[in-house]
């Protein structure tokens, strides 16, 4: 027998003659963790592909102080109680985490299971239900989706405790079908009946999970062709087994880190990588990131930022010190506070990102990000310039655009660069133009 | 291609009546005739404004069955008392909340239409608000809604300018969406404005100039995501500047109330005397949800429905405007006949919806669906939604409905003819 060799969309990227480019190294980055700075970049181009995702895959080990600052925000939001204080703890992480790939699979699970504090009201229970996202950020998907149930902070969200053996709530059960599991149209309105029935009693008392046996309905019920006297973890493994399931989470990755609109065929692929891999998703995203697929041209500027990869991203690339609290403030305006997702949808991202009115905020980000330090203060310039030998208009036009731009930069696009940057009075004024226009495009929302 | 898009409107004196004509480069123009995209142009410079009501809105305690025992039965706490109601005819009447709405019925500028919504209802917020925005209850299609779809059929919006607008959202509804129409959304109308970049007033200004070219370049992929960012960020520079012009000039001719609802058709108001083209508007009154103690709430909602509108109109006729205006008001569905254990109202299915302004064919058209014959226990439909947006679209704005709608949509008698 010769062994097959996989020639699907998962099968590894082949970076051909001319190898590992610069570019292919800041597509990883920037979809892997919130945006990356010229140094990000250099660093994974000199590693190489293996060892860049090797570091992103594989747990590393935090920086003490890191870790000092992290545990400082971390007492502020239990201290206060506050959304904003929640907030800055876990931009925090995002921007600073020697860890940034669990950071963005951990806001995945925070988008799937969204819950808001707008109604749980108790940071505590937000930070546990976030621990949790974080401890199986690469992990176990089955193993969360088993805890999520019995999660405080979810019981309250989805009014575990009005689920009563006499006066089943459906809350919980039919969004653990329709928007934590298997998605509509893999599930009817009978076998949400039947599922509220095997969550009955799944109650919350002092901050923690109370299995209220009085209230349990014991009886026998048939959720998705089964019949039984299921309980809620029974539901659960009926879901898990449920074909639907792995392409569910299959199409959540690749709408996350590769393409807004996959095929019925990508799809797939990566369910049966899901399914050989029982769910647990370090192997399968370090298969897809690694994948033809991933570095195709398709996918290359082919999705539209959210505000976290937007503003995190830029001041990852722009910014020295990036300030929390206008931080967390600007997400919210753009339509991203975190713990406080709109619905229990979460974040539906792609296209609904953009209306005129967050275009013009984020175009107004830009303004704020080159002329004042309200984020924090915007990176050398003059160091920048004399460091890469930016000396004409072109060449940094060239710099900015590839340290910035997913998408190789457009001719007539160029040229009106290049015109403006040639009509400013010296070279400071020059990048801070470039860099507000830069960051106002159209394509500086791709990624 | 960005400095041709220009609309002129030339006032033809009389009622306000506008006559629009369209420039735009030829080549493009035979392309879109090619297309067979001309259809009836809106030429009578006419405005619909959509008042969307979220959250599921009692229609069984907006337009009263007050005749019908069976509505007090069904509702021991929450029902109105027969001798506070405002009655429209010997069957129903309005809230007694909504007297300026009466006053616009007895005032012949109220079309109130009964038994509307589609079958087999849906009962979630999330996809009844869909099938309302999109007009494809059997789709689960979200790529575009019936107005988004509407705009396409016309040159003029896909010319550019801003053919609509929705105002006091975050996101654009679903209903304004289309893949190639871009309608603005407007949060607030005083954070609408577009920063200044660095440097001086020269440096800025070529800045801004730069970016308004670049956004116009048109994208390799036509329908592609860049394509999609481009036309936004041309749409939001444009109006920028446009509503940044028209905003100067109005002086209210009427006293609104100190509501959400108000505020927004103040700004509606003043953008329709600014006469930028726009002919849909787009506004939204949250908080229908009424699932426990009722009452108040949706009191309160009522009122601010219907002030609100009252000094819309009131304003608009003040500028000799109102004649070109019609509100059309919507809710995802109604709420259950039965009241509930907590003095609320669960969701439901059928119910009214008001279109309302000079240009109205006024009373009550269609027999409140029966309180007996139910489906699931709630009202039973005997009016498609679409046969309303129908008339809107067809007999009110002047854009062929089937296209936008499909087939077999008879338009509700609602408008003047």
Redesign the interface.
Known sequence: MIPTVSAGPLAPHDFGPAGWSPADAAHLLRRAQYGASALDINRAHKAGPLATLERLCVPQPEEPQFERESALLRQTALDTGSTTNLQAWWLHRMLHSANPLVEKMTFLWHNLFATSNDKVKDAALMLAQNDLFRAQALGDYARLLHQIARDPAMLIWLDGNANRRRHPNENFAREVMELFSLGVGNYTEKDIQEAARCFTGWHMRDGEFWFNDIQHDTGSKTVLGSTGKFDGDAVIDICLNQPACPRFIAIRLLKTFVIPEPDSKTIQAVADSITKNKFILRPVLRELLASRLFFSPQTRAAIIKSPLDLVLGTQRALVSAPKLEPTAKCLDDLGQALFMPPTVKGWEGGRLWISSTTYLLRANFATEISTQPKYGPLIDLDAQSSQHQLDTPAQAVDHYARLLLAAELDAKLKTRLVSLASSADSPGNRDRGLLHLLLALPEYQLM | MAGNRRIFLTRCGTAGVASVGVSMPGIWRSAVNAAGLLGMPNTKGRVLVVVEMAGGNDGLNTVIPFADDTYYKARPVLAVPKDRVLKLNSAVALHPKLGDLRTLFDDSQVAVIQGVGYPKPDRSH?RSMDIWHTARPES?DLRDGWLGRALERDPKALAGGVPALALGS???PLALLSGRV??????SMD?????????DQS?QA??KQ??R???A?KATEAGG??D???R??D??LT??DRLGEVAKAYKSGATYPETGLARKLQVVARLIAGDMGTQIFYVSLGGFDTHSRQQPVHELLLAELSGAIAAFLKDLKSHKLADRVMVATFSEFGRRVDENGSLGTDHGAASQMFCIGPGVKPGVTGAHPSLTDLVDGDLKHHTDFRQVYAALLQNWLGYPAEPVLGKGFQPVDCVKG
């Open positions: 999330f689960v975050e996101k654009l871009n309608v603005p959304n407007v949060q954070a609408y404005k577009l920063l200044p970049g660095p440097g440096a070529r800045a730069t970016l070219e670049v956004v370049l995501e860049l999609f960012l481009r936004t960020a749409v939001t109006s920028v």
